[in-house]
């Protein structure tokens, strides 16, 4: 007996193919910097989660834990991200600004609650909130995203007004300011530093007032100086990164095996899993200075592939940048670039000895569920902005129907 055709857009295939050009219709037509994005955010991702595992089974094996729970953890929190990415690539640009009130309130809120009996400190810095027994939150990495948000509605709408000093001044920074203050608050100076970065790429992608930035610039720098110096915990480090470690206080015992996990490593490194420095010799070795495991497993050429892969994810978000004629997308996508290449530069350099140790993680390879499930959400709004117009306009910005863009 004959076979009777199937009815297109019947088989799986076809309801498939169906289904992507009603989201291309509805979110846009993905560019080439889209999938750039996509494949180097795939793959710090998945090189994070090997290196956290290689790290932090050591330090639980050594205490007596299951080895393989902090990588369960993290695994979850790359997934949850990971689909919170995808989710948010396909919200128009007039989602993203109905999200920028709302989302900016949540983290204030949270990052009051940061004092209250909720909250609790670790390593000195009180910027969690408890979740459970062992579950927490770090409100600061959802302050940062929503920072970019809003920045980009309150800057988009002043237009030709920003070149402006007191349109550049109000009302960015004051509340940027308050973000900071309560991130301060908390005694957490490296996340501190990387807030500030993300309000002054915004003003500058905005074409904000050259004095306001400079001025604004120069005070930030001033400030985290003299944070600095009136700690006795932030002195120390600053001391010991210039060469004071004959105290016997063993303040560059950390940067130091960090140093020494990178010279090991030599060319092509020990080995996946073969880490010497992570048994208990780098105290958190799957957190802040886990590029000196990757540099001693991998080898040079390890880390080189690690700052490949952040020039290319930096290169496809400028890209974005650079298609689009809009600022809410132009200031929006500056200051992710700026937080998440700010932030690993900042990380590499604090491992290489190049800066002080500030506590900051390296993004999306760092153990943290906070900062990586917000990360990959930033990475997600600029996936948003990496598709072309909407095909028939719909759940588009009005604003850019008349630019649709032409990138392939």
């Not at 991702?45 to 080895?67: F, Y």
């Not at 800057?155 to 309560?182: F, M, N, S, Y």
């Not at 073969?274 to 048994?279: A, T």
Request: hydrophobic share 50%.
């Amino acid at each position: 007996m004959a076979r009777t055709p199937a009815q297109p857009g019947t088989t799986a295939d076809g309801r498939l193919q169906r289904l992507r050009r009603r989201l291309n219709e509805v979110a846009g037509r993905p560019s080439v910097s889209y999938y750039w994005i996509i494949g180097t955010t795939l793959a710090l991702t998945c090189i994070g989660l090997m290196t956290v595992l290689s790290a932090s089974a050591a330090e639980s094996i050594s205490q007596g834990q299951d080895p393989y729970s902090l990588f369960i953890k993290e695994s979850i929190f790359a997934v949850t991200g990971l689909a919170l990415m995808m989710g948010l690539s396909f919200v128009p640009p007039s989602g993203l600004k109905r999200l920028s009130w709302p989302v900016l309130g949540l983290s204030v809120f949270l990052l009051l609650l940061v004092f209250t009996p909720m909250g609790k400190s670790v390593g000195g810095n009180r910027n969690w909130i408890n979740l459970g027994d062992t579950m927490s939150f770090q409100p600061s990495e959802a302050a940062k995203l929503a920072l970019a948000l809003w920045m980009a509605m309150v800057l988009a709408r002043k237009g030709d007004l920003i070149r402006e000093w007191r349109h550049t001044l109000l009302p960015v920074v004051p509340v940027g300011g308050a973000v900071v203050g309560l991130v301060l608050l908390g005694h957490d100076l490296g996340t501190s530093v990387i807030t500030m970065s993300i309000v002054a790429a915004g003003l500058y992608f905005a074409g904000g007032s050259k004095r306001v930035l400079l001025a604004a610039g120069g005070g930030g720098l001033l400030a985290a100086v003299l944070l600095a110096a009136l700690s006795g915990n932030r002195t120390s480090r600053l001391s010991a990164w210039l060469g004071n470690c004959d105290n016997g206080q063993g303040l560059c015992d950390q940067a130091q095996n960090g140093l020494y996990a990178l010279a090991s490593g030599r060319w092509f490194g020990v080995g996946l899993g073969q880490s010497r420095q992570k048994w208990s010799w780098i105290p958190e070795a799957h957190n802040d200075f886990i590029f000196a495991i990757l540099g001693e497993e991998l080898g040079l050429i390890g880390t080189l592939v690690i700052i490949l892969l952040y020039a290319i994810l930096a290169f496809a978000i400028f890209r974005v940048i650079m298609k689009r004629n809009d600022t809410f997308a132009r200031v929006a996508c500056g200051s992710i670039l700026a937080w998440i290449i700010g932030q690993a530069f900042v990380n590499i350099a604090m491992v290489a000895g190049l800066l002080p140790v500030i506590g900051v993680p390296l993004p999306l390879i760092s153990y943290g569920g906070s900062a990586l499930v917000v990360t990959l959400a930033a990475l997600g709004v600029v996936l948003s902005f990496a598709r072309s117009a909407p095909e028939h306009g719909r759940g588009a910005d009005p604003a850019l129907k008349r630019t649709a863009l032409k990138e392939p």
